[in-house]
């Protein structure tokens, strides 16, 4: 997980998806920790495609 955020960094302008993803993660809330990373993942995604990384 370290390693795939520490590479989107360069990727994403902006780091709350990167920051979200890794704090939800390690909550113990169940639905918290899913629609966190749901959130998080489709913020990334969203960068990714800005940029035409994808």
Do not use: K
Request: charged share 20%.
């Amino acid at each position: 997980m370290r390693l795939v955020l520490r590479c989107l960094i360069a990727r994403c302008p902006e780091r709350w998806p990167l920051d979200m993803v890794w704090n939800s993660a390690a909550t113990d809330h169940d639905i918290g920790r899913a629609q966190g990373c749901t959130t998080a993942l489709n913020g990334m995604v969203g960068q990714l495609e800005l940029n035409a990384a994808v």
